[in-house]
Each structure stands twice: as structure tokens, then as C-alpha cells.
């Protein structure tokens, strides 16, 4: 039998640990179901910096953010031990993380129709200011992704 594929979009906010904490709350006693967690980050440009004295003094900029990138990593990965240790075992969850290609919600509407996820979980932000200019990741991720697939937005 096939598994049941979750898809939890993660970037380190207390909301996502709300996403985390329903999918344990829903998922973790079902056998049958697989969960990923995902990560799009903005990659580092790739400059030469040799011998330019204007673009060596990027070269530290340029290596904290690959740092960053790599802290980014490992905070999922701890998420990912998080979940496993609340009942998720090793083959029943995994991480993406990937540079970002286009925008955080086209990136999550696109995997989720390459890699045949059944579901989302979601988590939106508290009012803000912007959301009466703009949809909010999850509205776009709600209104992208194919009919089939079951969303779930945690609060």
C-alpha cells in the first residue's frame, strides 16, 4: 500500500513548530503516512572575488551567508529529530531543502504536484498589515495547488 504523503513548509517560526506539533497530534499513530518537511532558501550568488580589492571585501559577506545556509540546515534537521522523536521513524519522515527557484508559494504548489503529496500542512501569520495588499503564502499555496490535495491551515 501506498503511503500518504505530507508536505510541512518550514521556516523557523513559532507557527511552524504549530504545524509540526498538529502533524504529531494527527499523523504520527498512522503507519501509513510519510511527512516531509521543506525548506526553500535564497542561495549565495557565486562571485569571483579574486583579485579585485572592492569585491574581496564581500568575500566575508558572501561566507556568513553560506553559514547562515548551513545553520538553516542543521535547525531543519533538528526539526526533522523532533519529529522523529515524537513519533515519526526515520523512513516515515524526511527534509527538502532547496534553493528557492521562483517564490516560496509556486515553489510549494510545484512540489507538491512533482513529488504527488496528498496533503499540506500550512500555518498562517496573525494579522498583518500586509495581507490587505497582498495574499499571504498559504492563499496562494490554497489557491495553486491541485483539487485533490487536502490542506490543512493551522492557526
Same mark, same amino acid.
Given at each position: 500500500?501506498?503511503?500518504?504523503?505530507?508536505?510541512?513548509?518550514?521556516?523557523?517560526?513559532?507557527?511552524?513548530?504549530?504545524?509540526?506539533?498538529?502533524?504529531?497530534?494527527?499523523?504520527?499513530?498512522?503507519?501509513?503516512?510519510?511527512? =516531509?518537511?521543506?525548506?526553500?532558501?535564497?542561495?549565495?550568488?557565486?562571485?569571483?572575488?579574486?583579485?579585485?580589492?572592492?569585491?574581496?571585501?564581500?568575500?566575508?559577506?558572501?561566507?556568513?551567508?553560506?553559514?547562515?545556509?548551513?545553520?538553516?540546515?542543521?535547525?531543519?534537521?533538528?526539526?526533522?529529530?523532533?519529529?522523529?522523536?515524537?513519533?515519526?521513524?526515520?523512513?516515515?519522515?524526511?527534509?527538502?531543502?532547496?534553493?528557492?527557484?521562483?517564490? $516560496?508559494?509556486?515553489?510549494?504548489?510545484?512540489? =507538491?504536484?512533482?513529488?504527488?503529496?496528498?496533503? $499540506?500542512?500550512?500555518?498562517?501569520?496573525?494579522?498583518?498589515? =500586509?495581507?490587505?495588499? =497582498?495574499?499571504?503564502?498559504?492563499?496562494?499555496?490554497?489557491?495553486?495547488?491541485?483539487?485533490? $490535495?487536502?490542506?490543512?491551515?493551522?492557526?
Amino acid at each position: 500500500m501506498d503511503r500518504k504523503k505530507v508536505l510541512i513548509p518550514y521556516n523557523f517560526t513559532a507557527n511552524d513548530e504549530k504545524s509540526l506539533d498538529f502533524a504529531v497530534r494527527r499523523f504520527a499513530d498512522d503507519e501509513n503516512v510519510e511527512v =516531509t518537511l521543506f525548506n526553500a532558501y535564497t542561495p549565495v550568488p557565486e562571485i569571483d572575488v579574486r583579485n579585485n580589492p572592492v569585491m574581496e571585501k564581500m568575500s566575508f559577506n558572501l561566507s556568513w551567508l553560506r553559514q547562515k545556509i548551513n545553520e538553516q540546515e542543521n535547525g531543519l534537521k533538528q526539526a526533522l529529530e523532533s519529529l522523529a522523536e515524537r513519533g515519526f521513524s526515520g523512513d516515515r519522515a524526511k527534509y527538502l531543502f532547496r534553493p528557492l527557484k521562483k517564490d $516560496v508559494a509556486r515553489d510549494i504548489i510545484d512540489l =507538491t504536484g512533482n513529488e504527488n503529496f496528498d496533503f $499540506v500542512v500550512l500555518n498562517r501569520s496573525p494579522a498583518r498589515i =500586509t495581507r490587505f495588499f =497582498t495574499k499571504s503564502v498559504s492563499e496562494k499555496v490554497a489557491a495553486g495547488v491541485r483539487k485533490d $490535495v487536502g490542506l490543512f491551515v493551522v492557526a
